[in-house]
């Protein structure tokens, strides 16, 4: 890791207040701004990583493509981009699907709270995960999915979990869209 990681603060409507060490934001549950992305192929399946086993939080559980936060003066749609490539190696094309706020406090001490914006894509081709960011990966139907959520969800990270609970009408939308576009 080069140098200190900085992560964006903003209030309830996204509005920047500043930008703080990003552990240090952590520690002290200061809502600030990331984005979280979804993808799927062209079968349906969607896209979910697990995390590697030493990240800072939330190491080994299984999550979506990618998520992390954008830089001061980074918008989240080309931060989605440049960490989608970082993370999994690849890069595609994505909708905006909204955002939602989202907190919630880990037993190592640290709090995600964070101003959350979410897009979807499709992507078919070649992957190539970063071992520092990424154990293992798969493709997995939605209704599967959501089953193991349901059976073992101590194996999904929480925002992940808060995504597919409370998003599922526009992950629905968007993989119909998707369909309706590709076939």
Not at 81 to 109: C, H, P, W
Not at 157 to 183: A, H, M, S, V
């Amino acid at each position: 890791m080069m140098g200190t990681q900085e992560v964006v603060l903003v209030n309830e409507k996204d509005q920047v207040l500043g930008t703080m060490e990003k552990i240090r934001a952590h520690e002290e549950g200061v809502l600030h701004r990331a984005f979280s992305v979804i993808i799927f192929n062209a079968d349906g399946e969607m896209l979910i990583h697990q995390r590697a086993n030493d990240k800072y939080h939330c190491g080994g559980l299984w999550t979506n493509a990618c998520c992390s936060h954008p830089r001061l003066h980074e918008s989240p749609a080309a931060a989605a981009q440049r960490r989608l490539e970082e993370e999994m190696g690849f890069t595609a094309k994505m909708d905006y699907l909204g955002s939602f706020i989202y907190k919630v406090k880990f037993e190592n001490g640290l709090t995600e709270h964070e101003f959350d914006h979410m897009f979807c894509g499709q992507y078919d081709g070649e992957i190539q995960p970063h071992p520092d960011e990424v154990e293992d990966w798969k493709y997995v139907p939605l209704e599967k999915l959501y089953q193991d959520v349901d059976h073992r969800p101590e194996i999904y990270t929480f925002w992940f979990k808060d995504i597919l609970e409370n998003r599922k009408k526009e992950l629905l939308k968007y993989d119909q869209g998707r369909k309706k576009n590709y076939i």
